[in-house]
């Protein structure tokens, strides 16, 4: 029965941790550090449960499930929803928003700095952006179509290159600190609440999301190395997951520590990304605009890669007798590169919501498939659970809509109310106390149930 060794083991960690960790990844956490200041450990801490706990989990749960993907997962609940659930998933962490950012980061904070000033000017720059999305996804596309040689293009490749110029920028801050975070005073929502406020910044890296996503690929990946064992490839599945975890949460810190450190010498940034620049440009020059463009480019560039491969090889398996595996791998890469030409800030004003929608199902998910063995995975208990959740999440996403979206559906009134009525609204967790009701409830019904049977 072959087994992966340690070195395929840490092979795959390798492209798990290049697929998950992209330029959102280090803009987050050096735009915290920032605003932290002192209390960057506790925001920190909250950061580390969503940005590298819950992928964690997310892989482990997929792993632990012995399903082929997230469909199967989510089917459990019932099959109308495991269709849905992974469609949501799937277009929101592909070409409707977190592929198109990848090239729109790229461009923004890595590309545009080093170009001259005046072909980022006027409709200049949205040619020069165009341009670029389309090389990046015209590079996207030409990895995505050899999903097989995935390992190596990621894990040998990319990887190493993103690693040194990340190591370049960090040790060479770290070296020369510009300050200390003890004596930054942390500005608005960290100031009380550092834990709960890093804790839903660690949302925005989608990285639990992309743990049920990448599933897929890790699992093809280690059947290809000649693991055909459910249960080694579980075992491997969660290995390669524990590996790359650790791997994140080391830059995480640093990365947060770095940009706690700026404000010694440096005014908060408006975004992450202009942060990175500002650090870059303080250390290095102009040769720093340089290492920035590559290390967020090549962050960027094997996310995408990822995200649509798996995107591409989950709608393959989901519609057996509709477009091949090419096909949608060139449709998600046209989309991603229509999307990605709104702009930024388009992008993430609209994906905050939605994100505030399916993290709670996701998380819930997850929860309840490590904890399955104590209620054999009952359907009625995942139904009623996941239901309540639901409903409570779909607050979450009206009440964090752009306020002129709120205003235009009059709805401002209704996400008021839940703020004050619903424990933890306020936090972003208000689907918390909804989903253990249905917990309970399900478990109840299942109980009943089970006393029926037996009498």
Request: net charge positive.
């Amino acid at each position: 029965m072959k087994k992966l060794t340690f070195r395929e083991t840490i092979f795959v960690a390798s492209m798990l941790f290049g697929m998950f960790f992209g330029a959102g990844n280090l803009i987050f956490p050096v735009s915290m550090g920032q605003m932290a200041g002192r209390n960057m450990w506790q925001a920190a801490a909250g950061f580390l449960v969503t940005g590298v706990g819950l992928p964690l989990l997310s892989v482990a749960a997929l792993g632990i499930s012995r399903e082929n993907g997230l469909q199967g997962l989510a089917g459990r609940v019932g099959k109308k929803f495991g269709i849905f659930f992974t469609c949501a998933l799937y277009l929101t962490i592909g070409p409707f928003f977190a592929t198109p950012r990848c090239a729109s980061v790229s461009f923004t904070v890595g590309i545009e700095r080093i170009l001259p000033a005046n072909a980022v000017s006027g409709s200049g720059y949205m040619l020069w952006q165009a341009a670029f999305s389309f090389l990046f996804f015209a590079v996207v596309l030409f990895f995505s179509l050899r999903p097989g040689e995935i390992m190596t293009w990621i894990g040998k490749v990319l990887n190493p290159v993103f690693l040194v110029m990340l190591g370049i920028l960090v040790l060479r801050a770290l070296s020369a600190p510009m300050g200390t975070p003890g004596d930054m005073v942390p500005e608005s929502a960290y100031e009380s609440g550092a834990f709960f406020t890093g804790l839903l910044e660690g949302y925005n890296t989608m990285d639990a999301l992309a743990g049920l996503a990448f599933g897929i690929v890790v699992i093809d990946v280690i059947r290809g190395l000649g693991v055909k064992e459910p249960g080694q490839i579980a075992r491997g599945t969660v290995k390669a997951g524990i590996f790359s975890s650790l791997l994140m949460a080391v830059i995480y810190l640093l990365v947060t520590l770095v940009g706690a450190q700026s404000r010694g010498q440096l005014e908060t940034a408006p975004n992450g990304g202009e942060a990175l620049a500002q650090i870059a440009d303080y250390y290095f020059g102009g040769a720093g605009m340089l290492i920035l463009a590559v290390l967020v480019t090549v962050a960027c560039l094997k996310t995408a890669i990822g995200l649509t491969t798996s995107c591409s090889e989950t709608f393959c398996a989901m519609f057996p007798g509709g477009p091949g595996y090419r096909t949608w791998a060139v449709g998600f890469a046209t989309l991603s590169f229509l999307t990605a030409n709104l702009g930024l800030d388009a992008i993430i004003a609209y994906a905050v919501p939605v994100l505030m929608f399916l993290y709670p199902l996701a998380i819930v998910l997850v929860l309840l498939t490590l904890c399955g063995k104590w209620f054999d995975n009952d359907g009625t208990v995942l139904r009623w659970t996941l239901g309540f959740t639901g409903v409570a999440a779909m607050v979450d996403f009206l009440r964090t809509l752009p306020e002129g979206t709120k205003e235009f559906l009059h709805i401002s009134g209704v996400t008021e109310l839940a703020e004050t009525w619903i424990p933890l609204a306020g936090q972003g967790l208000g689907w918390v106390l909804p989903a253990g009701i249905g917990l309970v409830i399900g478990l109840l019904i299942r109980r009943k149930k089970q006393r029926k049977a037996a009498g």
